[in-house]
């Protein structure tokens, strides 16, 4: 498998990092993970045939995971995509579609497909909603995820936390495996879904050391895993190799910070992603 990192920043405006995005490739196919902002650019940086990236798979639905959905809905197709774009995402995936491509660019769409007759029909996508377990098989690749624990520990209505899904993602291959946190703090549901993990891919916001405030301390306990945390989800997950992803917008000084807190925790090879890094395993 590779792994192409596309966006490894977060929220946060961040002139060196885009938001994020990754491109497996696992075999013949080749699998996206989230399409936040900066996606489209990075995807045709590295050159990858937009057509024939098929699936992609939803972690959650913070802007900085879907903020160019439709973006690469319309882009895909004037690359040449003649397939529905098979989605997999948590419960509101469709109603987020629909919204986009229905409501938000169906100006857009008529556009393109009622006065440039020349691109045909537009295709768009068929979304599966999921939230656990196994989600895709199609005899070489399997694909199955978990409930992830993503701020569920601020105050927010019941009504809310039913409706806020966050996944993670596991991938089985010829033999390997990759695991992708999305934006999660440490759980049993993670270190299960990582376990053994050739390359696991995992959020790690911040340098533990710079959570100083209340805010910033209910960053890293309840929203994102951080550098006092990363590492210990990787060891108690027997993962092969640890690379991180999500930084916020730092210093560069302070990723050798965060990489030496992590390498305390876990004793196998970590990366810090930057994007566009392709990492084979
Ligand atoms: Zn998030």
């Not at 229905?102 to 393109?112: L, M, P, T």
């Not at 979304?127 to 399997?142: L, M, N, Q």
């Amino acid at each position: 498998m590779k792994l192409h990192t596309l966006g490894t920043g977060g929220p946060m405006p961040d002139p060196r990092r885009n938001a994020s995005c990754y491109v497996l490739e696992a075999g013949e196919a080749k699998l996206m993970f989230d399409v936040g902002r900066g996606a489209i650019a990075s995807l045709a940086k590295k050159g990858l045939p937009f057509p024939r990236i098929n699936p992609l798979f939803i972690s959650h639905h913070h802007v900085d995971h879907i903020g160019e959905l439709a973006d690469y809905l319309i882009a895909s197709w004037l690359a040449g995509r003649r397939e529905k774009l098979r989605i997999y995402g948590p419960p509101g995936t469709k109603a987020i579609v629909d919204a986009l491509m229905g409501s938000v660019y169906a100006r857009d769409v008529e556009f393109r497909t009622g006065g440039e007759t020349v691109f045909g029909p537009f295709i768009s996508a068929e979304v599966t909603e999921v939230r656990a377990g196994a989600v895709y098989d199609d005899g070489a690749i399997k694909v199955s995820c978990a409930e992830m624990e993503h701020g569920h520990g601020l105050p927010f209505t019941s009504l809310f936390r039913q409706n806020w899904i966050c996944l993670a993602w596991r991938v089985e291959c010829g033999g390997k495996t990759f695991t992708f946190s999305g934006d999660a703090v440490m759980s049993d549901a993670l270190v299960r879904l990582a376990t053994g993990s050739d390359l696991h891919l995992q959020c790690c916001y911040m340098a533990a050391s710079e959570l100083r405030n209340d805010h910033l301390k209910g960053v890293g306990k309840y929203t994102l895993a951080c550098s006092d945390t990363a590492g210990k989800i990787a060891a108690q997950a027997g993962v092969k190799h640890l690379v991180l992803t999500h930084f916020k917008r730092m210093e560069p000084a302070l990723l050798d910070v965060i990489a030496a807190d992590v390498r305390r925790d876990f004793a196998g090879p970590v990366s810090l992603a930057n994007d566009l890094d392709e990492i084979e395993f």
